[in-house]
């Protein structure tokens, strides 16, 4: 009998102990495990500079009011429409908040460049259309643009739209010749101003590592319509005569560019 009752103790000790053994498991599994470091997010506000390359691609119609009944009776055009283009490259900078996922901002550039073209037409009077020639030309030389943007972030992505004004300078040539002769000079002409108008364009930028992102552009300026004076002389190779009229034109400006900024670090402007 005192055997028996030493067994039931023994059995009742290992199974008390197996029970705290599986009851401390079951806690230990029970206990919260300790989060992982949040991620950090790529914070596009600041102050940042950088440059572009690209290319722009133009439309200038012309027309010459001044010419009155002289022009009906030549059967000048009523708009003569010159298309231009070339490479630009330049700089610019701006600064930016941010807000959650929205980027506000606000960005100048500035970019240099020949986006240049001529183009030629034939008309005459009494239905002779070969009888005079007359070549328009048009170049801007630099192009500069200051505008308030607006974007959604993901992260290290950022697609924004931006609007505002854009300044040009125009460089017309403005040259006739009558088809007699291997071709005589009846005028030729230079012009030039500096243009306002407005600008609308869209974007999409990359922080590809630590300071720097890369961007894709595209825009559109418009520089309305103006009465452009052309100063130049009548006959030159005959009897050079000086002469000054207006040629009035509607002009605008596409570009497309790519480039890349490089963002100042947190607090190194800490006004911003």
Known sequence: MGAGLKYLQMVSAVAIAGMAAAG?????????????PPVPIYDWGGVYVGGVIGGA?????????????????????????????????GIGGGMRYQL??????????????????????????LGAPALLTRSIGANSNWIGTSTNSVGIAHDRWLIYGKAGVAWTHITYTDNWVANVAGGVPLFTGTGSENRLGWTVGAGLEWAVWNNWSVKA?????????????IN?????????????????????????????NWHFPPGFFYFF
């Open 217 to 229: 552009e595209y825009d559109y300026l418009d520089f309305g319509k103006r009465t452009v004076a």
């Open 24 to 36: 401390s498991a079951f806690a230990a599994d029970m206990m919260p495990l300790k989060a992982a």
């Open 100 to 125: 959650g996922k929205l980027v506000v901002g606000t960005e100048a550039d500035i970019t240099w460049g020949g986006v240049d073209g001529t183009s030629t037409t034939t008309f005459g009077p």
């Open 57 to 89: 691609w133009g439309r200038t119609d012309s027309s010459d009011p001044g010419l009155g009944i002289v022009g009906t009776l030549v059967n000048v055009p009523v708009i003569q429409t010159t298309d231009s283009s070339g490479f630009i490259g």
């Open 232 to 260: 130049g002389t009548i006959l030159p190779s005959i009897i050079p005569i000086g002469a000054s009229f207006g040629l009035q034109d509607q002009s605008h400006i596409n570009q497309f560019k790519a480039g890349v």
